[in-house]
């Protein structure tokens, strides 16, 4: 911005101070206070707490709630039939989950089956298709057993 470095004042603007202006105060006419007397005065009660102080002061007469004006009665009909349709609804479903649950374990059981027959085929071909020189066990020259069974008991 500024190539040669040289520091430059920065330009200096007149400031313009803003000074609030007081209002005159409110003068509000004072209102008589009424004393109003109670209708009765209220029974003073004193009560002594287990550690022998005792609390004197005036009972509170606390707001009573109206009572709840009672609810007509539901007629049994409409509540029976209300139950009969929640539990057409709760066996249809159980309905369809058991059905969807019959055909997944079918699919599951005939999958096991098709596993089965692949590995078990899978070993008879190893074990038909192998070569003998791999086969586990003895090898048994037949002509030689039968000769060597007649020479040593015969």
Known sequence: ???????RVPAQRPVEVHRPTPLPPATIAPVPIAAVQPGSVPA???IVLPDGRIVTGYAIDHARPEPVTAKPAVSRTAVNVALGGVGFLAVCGGLLLLTSFIAALT?????????AAVIFGGWIATQVLGTS????GTTVNIRRAVF???HFHG
């Open 1 to 7: 911005m500024y190539p040669d470095h040289t520091p």
């Open 44 to 46: 003073v009660a004193s």
């Open 107 to 115: 699919a599951f059981i005939g999958q096991l089956i098709i596993l």
């Open 133 to 136: 020189s791999h086969r586990g």
């Open 148 to 150: 060597k069974r007649n």
